[in-house]
């Protein structure tokens, strides 16, 4: 095994490139805060105004294919723009990226026709359009198929009911530009075979958006009703009532089973640091022998998170031989790590790990976003659901052949 | 990056793996268990003349020089199946001591012995004041003539039992640095005044205490510097405790696989056992414990193989080794979650992992003292 990354002569020019754009655009100071509940709408608009900046140059969905907007670009280059923008990010400069509206592109992709693929995609992959993912109902959680939103067809138009919850991430005052809405348009259909996947224009008439105060939420939160909402027939994804497959393909984007080249976690490194040059009583923070080992523990997490994307990666690329829980098994350490750290930092900091404040919340915030997010481990799913996937791909309970279908 | 084996490895792994099927099934380790000596000469000698003890050893010495990754692969296997010997304490301890410091008389008389079995060694490091750190070791070796007279206790010793020659970690000077004047010496188990004794309990492998009353040592035994016996150590360690987190990578996948296999076939309630959610809880995470201690473990093995800078390769290994030390804890433990009484039962296999994982933990430094290392070398 050999887990160097040796980069080439072009891969070096092309970082140059990457650098330098960056730097033209993204914000010189660190101003964009750590929880994108508190991202103004200038900013948020900025953002999205770089998104489209980098879709022009094929850097927003960068791996996929140039006829459907994407980059086109090998994976020698999808390194070096994720490295680099990994980068930023964390020094809290830019306010862009807004990828979801690119993992939107999974259900399409591989349920949906050709002339779908190549009316949304191009405005998918360029950053062009932003969307809500609105598959949460107020009675339809984890276990999402048992949703009450209905799609009736009506000549060239559906007509959609229904009620939607913590979806989208974007400030007030501003509006998506569609809704990827799964309903159900066969009530006497079995269930995963009833539903059909939509992407509502977000402005049509009948749809109503409530903002959610949240504790945190990795950004604004929304509640958004369809009353009679009248769907032209041509933004139904895929064919009707095959919907959940397309809402999977989606989700099995979202939960990372392609693996990652990312670097450890930023935020325990941050907090690593933080501890070991702040002092108190004229010790650093980390000098205390219980903290020290609260913080390797952190360290040796983050590792691991490190190399499962690593492992992943190498997966993807058939290095290793591939098992089938991997995907599953990072986002439930994400999911599961979250309030480790999170309670990790009220034991080493203190009441300040909860301060906000412009001049004592420490590391611009950061920590406590942390705090707030350790009691947010169910966005994309809970843990529960993410170990129920992780059993069925393992054989466990069902038969593996049972297995094996359910994750085709 | 590439994380595939290459194709010697591949095909190591599965020779391993076919001639434990075959040698070294769950129902040998148990009667090794067993035994009074907690030793098969048999099982010694045939992996002796596969060339598994002698792997890590250089051809010029016997050995055949095969990397640490390819090593890797070999201890891994020897995990899963819980083969039982001194591979740890023989060739990859003792050997590597003498290889790294011995003369070229030492090197050549004692290597070739070492990696074909014919000699078995073992490393007498802690005491009553139990700790892998310098300050634990108290063993007085003082001069006498050309002589040094040994007098202390060594405590749990691993395959002090089996061994024909031990290393002693002795104290030749006492300093205020207590990694200052520390010597190993090479003691033949025969000589007068040095006794071993097993001791009785739950134990994964035989725990000595060896008691030196006055034992003479000629001088020209002592391995490396005197005074300056800790440092010789650091790269043995290393080596060994990296390849011992392999060891505990194979055992978890073991137990993970007779896991889901138990869970599987095993019918309770009208229905298998796995499909109880409170089940599946508990093997996913045996699945996050072995995957966690597998790629912490593979990466610290490629960076002791291709010799990164010291303090990041002791980071790398320190990391591996608690992490390895609790995952295979854990997966043992949560085996018995789910075995519940079968599990506790000698006519199954499960007992002696878990036994063994108890032992395994503290050797050569638990997670605590492993976390401590890293906390110092990240700069905590």
């Known amino acids: 095994m050999d887990f160097e990354f040796y980069y080439t002569k072009e891969q070096e020019e092309f970082r140059k490139e990457v650098s330098a754009f960056i730097e033209e655009n993204a914000y010189k100071e660190p101003i964009v805060p750590p929880d994108p509940v508190q991202m103004s709408k200038e900013m948020f608009i900025y953002g999205r105004e770089l998104d489209r900046k980098m879709g022009k140059k094929g850097w927003f969905a960068p791996a996929y294919p140039k006829q459907y907007g994407g980059g086109g670009l090998d994976l020698d280059h999808c390194i070096i723009l994720a490295e680099e923008f990994a980068k930023v990010s964390e020094q809290h400069r830019w306010p862009g990226g807004h990828e979801v509206s690119s993992i939107h592109t999974g259900g399409i992709m591989s349920q949906g026709t050709e002339e779908q693929k190549r009316k949304f995609l191009p405005k998918l992959l360029s950053g062009e359009w932003f969307g809500f993912q609105c598959f949460t109902e107020p009675d339809a959680g984890s276990d999402e198929a048992s949703m009450k939103s209905t799609a009736v067809r009506d000549g060239d138009v559906y007509v959609i009911n229904g009620d939607k919850v913590f979806v989208g991430q974007q400030p007030e005052g501003l509006r998506p530009d569609y809704l990827y809405w799964p309903a159900v348009t066969d009530p006497k259909a079995p269930r995963h075979q009833n539903i059909s996947a939509f992407f509502i224009p977000a402005d049509l008439p009948g749809i109503t958006y409530i903002p959610l105060n949240l504790i945190a939420a990795e950004g604004q939160k929304w509640e958004v009703l369809c009353e009679d909402v009248r769907c032209p027939a041509d933004r139904l994804i895929g064919e009707e009532n095959k919907g959940w497959l397309v809402t999977q393909a989606t989700l099995a984007l979202e939960h990372g089973g392609g693996g990652s080249l990312t670097p450890r976690n930023k935020r325990v490194l941050h907090v690593i640091d933080y501890c070991k040059k702040t002092l108190r009583n004229g010790k650093p923070i980390s000098s205390n022998p219980m903290v020290r080992d609260l913080l390797v523990q952190l360290y040796i997490e983050a590792e691991v998170g490190r190399l499962w994307g690593v492992r992943n990666f190498a997966m993807s690329q058939g290095q290793i031989p591939r098992i089938r829980y991997t995907g599953t098994q990072i986002s439930l350490h994400r999911k599961r790590f979250s309030p480790v750290f999170g309670k990790a930092l009220m034991d080493i900091l203190g009441p300040a790990c909860l301060i906000d404040d412009p001049e004592l919340g420490i590391l611009l915030g950061e920590v406590v976003n942390e705090v707030r997010m350790a009691d947010v481990t169910h966005i994309g799913g809970t843990p529960e659901v993410q170990q129920i996937m992780m059993s069925r791909a393992m054989g466990l309970g069902r038969s593996a052949t049972r297995a094996e279908a359910v994750h085709k | ?380």
């Open chain 2, 1 to 380: 990056m590439d994380l595939s084996l290459t194709e010697t490895q591949e095909m190591l792994k599965n020779t391993t793996r076919d001639f434990l099927k075959q040698e070294c099934p769950w129902t040998v380790v148990k009667e090794v268990d067993d035994s009074k000596t907690g030793f098969s000469a048999e099982l010694w000698r045939k992996t002796s003349e596969l060339g598994w003890v002698g792997m890590s050893l250089p051809e010029a010495y016997g050995g055949m020089g095969s990397s640490i990754q390819d090593l890797g692969v070999l201890y891994e296997e020897m995990g899963q199946a819980l083969l039982p010997g001194p591979y740890f304490s023989s060739p990859l301890l003792c050997g590597s001591i003498i290889l790294e410091s011995g003369t070229e008389e030492q090197k050549k008389k004692l290597l070739p012995a070492i990696a074909d079995g014919k000699q078995i060694l073992a490393l007498a490091l802690t005491e009553p004041d139990y700790g892998w750190e310098p300050e634990c070791i108290h063993l007085s070796a003082t001069a006498k003539g050309s002589n040094f007279v040994l007098n202390g206790t060594k405590r749990f010793i691993h395959d002090a039992q089996i061994a024909d020659q031990i290393i002693c970690v002795a104290r030749t000077k006492k300093s205020s640095n207590p990694a200052d004047g520390i010597t190993l010496f090479l003691v033949d188990k025969k000589s007068r005044g040095l006794s071993c004794r097993d001791l009785p309990g739950f134990v994964g492998e035989k725990l000595n205490e060896m008691t030196f009353n006055s034992v003479e040592v000629p001088a020209a035994n002592i391995i490396g510097k005197k005074d300056n016996g800790w440092s010789a150590l650091a790269k043995p360690m290393r080596i060994t405790s990296v390849l011992m987190s392999s060891y505990m990578v194979g055992a978890c996948q073991h137990l993970l696989d007779m896991t889901v296999e138990y869970a599987q076939t095993r019918v309770q309630f009208g229905q298998p056992i796995g499909a109880f959610q409170w089940v599946q809880g508990y093997i996913i995470g045996q699945a996050n414990h072995l995957e966690k201690a597998r790629w912490i473990t593979a990466e610290a093995l490629w960076k002791v193989d291709t010799n990164k800078p010291q303090a990041e390769q002791d980071e790398a290994v320190s990391l591996a080794k608690s992490v390895a030390s609790e995952s295979f804890h854990e997966c043992g433990h949560l085996s018995h979650e789910v075995h519940a009484g079968v599990g506790v039962d000698k006519k199954f296999p499960l007992y002696l992992y878990s036994k063994k994982a108890k032992t395994l933990y503290s050797y050569l430094g638990d997670p605590i003292y492993h976390r401590k290392r890293v906390a110092d070398l990240i700069g905590l």
